[in-house]
């Protein structure tokens, strides 16, 4: 009887034990991200304005259209330059569809409207990229998508009824509800701060969820998925809706940050600077992308004052930028993540051949 | 497509590989030429001939990574010969490769897994599977099957070259095959890796058929009924095992030479 009672007690503890095991390997795996979680959400205590929205903000909202990249390259394989015009797409249908400076245009709908019409559409669109591109592998695919960004961008130059043309929108107002205003600084920034956070979360659980794990499989030998029974244009298809979705997000985020979208907003440039956030931060881990992203924007918003301040015209700071991005490629061609996982290789190694 | 209904019905009656005259040109180079042939359900044939005789396109155009360029291919009295790859795998067929192709960046047990959900629902899923979920006992079971479970975790570009034969074959057993095409499984195995080729190969249920190609005459002989000989992209003698060997046309094509 009290043997069995052992037995009891200890095949209820023993799992149990496991599980308090589990937990505290997970909070030592993802340390790091912890602290920057605890760090982010408490920020606005320690940090003003210029910080939340400029630095901060600016970044987690680039970050979310990188990733939108890093999801269908790093795991599909797929390099699209489309990302950046799927985010452009949801920004000019939010000012469309929402307020903004034109009446002739916008129709003015409530956000709760308007928001998930625009993002919508542009889902829509991302996903016939998606379909026009899913048969292509390589540089054809950058070359269609590049193509497809390029032909967006003309549309909203040369369309007035729509776009506006070059001019574009202006006075776009982020939401008013539950008697907080959105594009406050601190209500805007816990806003961005819980789309990215997310779209990080929903990334990384999706890529081991089956989904995830059949796009990898796609990337490394779509030949085979097929013969072990995967339709794989289907699947790149249902991959581009997905980043899409994402992407459409952080369009609108980033239209009520800067209060106007205008064809600059998805031009050729831009576009660009999405493949060398996520390429600079590296394309192997979602959280690539917003580490691409703050290299970006302190870049962005620095180095004009440092390039001043030793005597070297400020403009040059693109040429900083591509400079990196060329040093960054030859000397770790998995970006920032990947001299991470670098450095903690060498760590563990040299640290497993301590004799203490 | 047709009905389930008609499906089964055919799928009674019929051969479970049916080719009538399949011919596949590579531009100018014809490497299947009028080939006709039929497997019955259960049956284990094997497909000899010298490099380039047109085996490897053979198996390409029954699960159609190539389309013949003319005939029909059926499945169990389907006429398959138009369907992609991945419609002709749910329907119960099955292959390997001779040049392994695997997810290189995935783990063992990530390939497996794939293989086993792509003959199942979920394809699409967001929601992860749980080590308790049945389809891991079926991961599982097939990595303990070809002796990968130490490197279970391993990437598969770390593995040596046995152990990615070992998963190529892994990966055509998942699911409820009905039909399996094997394209030189035992090159590049260790003598004992080949015996337990041959061990997982007689140990597979009676229903399930096979075409194995195989240069290895020690293990293809062991393991199969019937015998194709192809020659030059056309099919130049079937029959028994011992009839093939005893064959002197064969025997001073391939088994005399060293070719086979
Ligand atoms: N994808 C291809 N493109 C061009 N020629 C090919 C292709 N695949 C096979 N061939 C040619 O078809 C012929 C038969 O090849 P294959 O079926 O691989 O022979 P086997 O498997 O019997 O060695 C060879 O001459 C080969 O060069
Ligand atoms: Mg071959």
Redesign the interface.
Same mark, same amino acid.
């Given at each position: 009887m009290a043997l069995e009672q052992t037995i009891e007690t200890d095949s209820l503890t023993l799992p149990q034990a496991q599980q308090a095991g589990a937990v505290s390997r997970w909070v030592h795996r993802n340390a790091a991200i912890l602290i920057l979680a605890v760090l982010l959400l408490i920020l606005p205590a320690v940090a003003g304005p210029f910080i939340l929205d400029q630095i901060v903000g600016w970044t987690m909202i680039l970050g979310m259209i990188a990733l939108s990249l890093m999801f269908l390259c790093g795991y599909g394989g797929m390099v699209s330059l489309a990302q950046m015009t799927v985010a452009g797409v949801s920004g000019y249908m939010i000012a469309v569809f929402g307020p903004s400076s034109l009446p002739s245009i916008s129709l003015f709908w409530p956000w709760w409207v308007a928001a998930p019409v625009a993002i919508l559409i542009a889902v829509a669109f991302g996903t016939v990229v998606g379909a026009l591109s899913a048969r292509t592998e390589g540089i054809y695919t950058i070359m269609i998508t590049l193509a497809l960004a390029t032909a967006f961008f003309y549309l909203t130059l040369q369309n007035w009824p729509i776009f506006n043309g070059f001019n574009g929108f202006t006075t776009i107002p982020a939401p008013h509800f539950l008697g907080v205003n959105w594009r406050a600084p601190i209500p805007f920034y816990y806003m961005v701060l819980f789309f990215a956070a997310l779209s990080y979360a929903a990334v990384l =659980? !999706?890529s081991?969820?089956?989904?995830g794990?059949?796009l990898?499989?796609v990337?490394?030998?779509p030949?085979?998925?097929?013969? !072990?029974? =995967?339709?794989?244009t289907a699947?790149r298809v249902?991959a581009y809706a997905f980043a899409a979705l994402i992407a459409a997000v952080g369009g609108i985020l980033l239209v009520w940050q800067n209060n106007q979208i205008s064809p600059y907003s998805v031009g050729v440039n831009a576009v660009i600077n999405i493949l060398v956030i996520a390429v600079v931060g590296g394309i192997t881990h979602p959280i690539g992308a917003f580490i691409g992203a703050f290299i970006y924007v302190i870049l962005h918003t620095f180095a004009l004052d440092a390039l001043v301040a030793v005597g070297l015209d400020g403009r040059r700071f693109q040429l900083l930028i591509g400079l990196g991005f060329v040093i960054i490629v030859l000397f770790s061609p998995d970006g920032i993540v990947g001299i991470w996982r670098r450095l903690r290789a060498r760590a563990r190694t040299s640290g497993g051949g301590n004799p203490l | 497509m047709s009905s389930i209904a008609e499906r089964i019905a055919a799928s009674g009656t019929s051969n479970a590989i049916e080719l009538r005259g399949v011919t596949r040109y590579f531009g100018a180079l014809a490497a299947l030429t009028d080939i006709t042939m039929s497997v019955r359900p259960g049956e284990r044939r094997a497909v000899l001939g010298s490099n380039g005789a047109g085996k490897t396109t053979l198996l390409n155009c029954i699960t159609g990574d190539f389309f013949p360029t003319f005939g029909t291919v059926r499945f169990f009295g389907e006429d398959v010969t138009t369907l992609p790859p991945h419609e002709r795998i749910r329907r119960g067929l099955r292959r390997t490769y001779q040049i392994s192709l695997l997810f290189s960046r995935l783990s063992v047990r990530d390939n497996v897994y794939l293989a086993c959900r792509g003959v199942s629902r979920g394809r699409f899923s967001f929601i992860r599977t749980r080590a308790r979920d049945a389809i891991m006992q079926s991961v599982e079971e097939l990595i303990a099957l070809v002796h990968l479970e130490s490197v279970a975790d391993r990437l598969v570009e770390e593995l040596a070259h046995g152990q990615q034969r070992q998963l190529e074959i892994a990966l055509a057993l998942a699911g409820a095959p009905r039909f399996i095409l094997f394209d030189e499984p035992a090159a590049g195995l260790s003598p004992a890796e080949r015996r337990d080729l041959v061990a997982i190969l007689t140990a597979l249920p009676s229903h399930i058929g096979y075409i194995i190609i195989e240069h290895d005459m020690d293990v293809a002989l062991r393991v199969v009924e019937s015998v194709t000989m192809m020659h030059n992209g056309r099919i130049f003698k079937e029959g028994a095992p011992h009839e093939i060997q005893a064959d002197p046309e064969v025997q001073e094509l391939f088994l005399g030479s060293g070719h086979a």
């Open positions: =659980y !999706i081991r969820a089956p989904f794990l059949a990898q499989g990337r490394d030998n030949r085979r998925m097929e013969a !072990i029974g =995967y339709n794989v699947h249902a | -």
